[in-house]
């Protein structure tokens, strides 16, 4: 293949990847996705492709809906068993985020909600809501017709509105503020001040550090609140699960405020937070290993700022 059609891939590589992460929720298997793409660009017959970022968009999308479909993932999703993968502010792989769909559609939140859609739904939302694609080219990527997008599309979005436990969208500074004062009640014991600070329909779900087979729920404030309480007290046995006593930082993950639990260099806890009308109306904890892989390598690019505790 020569260089020009390498670099014609290269120059949409971003936009794929992301395009690939929304769809399936996890880092890893999206690179795989745009490999698998590529491989395909280099096998394809160029010179009959009219509109390459069209052709490579319709390839990905359609290799993203295979997985989607596999008998993998199909169990993976019935037995509630992960959660997206966390991403760090920056990451190229989060995609565009000019507009409040484009941030929502990439929110811990929203990427959990979308697990509940069939894949086509998936598909016809993200393309839609995160890309801007009018129904008529999803018609033409998903072999369906343009009625059909349009039904897909809105099924989705009546999904997605129902179940967002969240008023309107929070400026960062805001939100940073909610999560440090959650954080304080939380380590110190506080559960009525954790409780206020929930919304009345809260929930919480937590991969139980990847130890468990099945994803943690909590429903109610108190439920919640008692969940946060026993996760945030320290012991001796969750500085050796650890390694170590974390120092505890607020980042800014997949465009929502996160609690990063850091030992050295290493994140060994995400806990990432939704919060609207200044109440958190969710929160998604992860510490398994492989769902922190990436954001683990971009901490260590990063330039953290002071730990909000220093040794938990």
């Known amino acids: 293949m020569d260089s020009a059609a390498v670099e014609r891939f290269e120059a949409g590589r971003d936009r794929l990847a992301s395009l690939a992460y929304r769809l399936l929720g996890s880092a890893a298997d999206a690179e795989d996705a745009v490999q698998d793409t590529f491989l395909r660009w280099q096998a394809a017959d160029r010179e009959r492709i009219e509109v390459p970022e069209a052709w490579l968009t319709k390839v990905l999308t359609n290799l993203c809906l295979d997985r989607l479909r596999s008998a993998r993932a199909r169990h993976e999703r019935a037995a509630g068993a992960t959660l997206p993968e966390p991403l760090l502010a920056g990451d190229p792989m989060l995609g565009p985020a000019d507009t409040f769909e484009q941030r929502e559609s990439v929110s811990l939140a929203v990427l959990t909600l979308l697990e509940r859609l069939s894949p086509v739904e998936r ?8 890309f801007s694609y009018r129904h008529a080219e999803i018609a033409g990527i998903l072999g369906i017709t343009e009625s059909a997008s ?8 009546g999904r997605i509105a129902a179940e967002r436990r969240r008023g309107g969208e929070a400026d960062p500074a805001s939100a940073r503020r909610v999560v440090e004062e959650f954080l304080a009640a939380a380590t110190s014991g506080r559960t009525e001040r954790l409780v206020a600070l929930l919304t009345d329909d809260a929930t919480a779900v937590s991969d139980g550090a990847g130890l468990g087979r099945r994803l943690l729920r909590y429903e ?8 946060v309480r026993a996760g945030f007290k320290p012991t001796p046995a969750k500085r050796r699960l650890a390694g170590g006593s974390p120092a505890m930082h ?6 929502s405020p996160a609690v990063l639990a850091v030992v050295g260099e290493r994140v060994v806890g995400a806990v990432v937070f939704d919060v609207g009308d200044g109440r958190v109306a969710s929160l998604h904890g992860i510490a398994a290993a492989d769902r922190l892989a990436r954001l683990n390598e971009a901490w260590r690019r990063h330039e953290p700022g002071a730990p909000v505790i220093d040794a938990w």
């Open 220 to 227: 109610t404030p108190e439920r919640v609140a008692s969940f």
């Open 123 to 130: 598909a016809v939302y993200v393309l839609r809501e995160a």
């Open 250 to 255: 607020i980042a800014l993950v997949n465009g």
């Open 150 to 157: 349009q039904q897909h599309g809105h099924r989705a979005r």
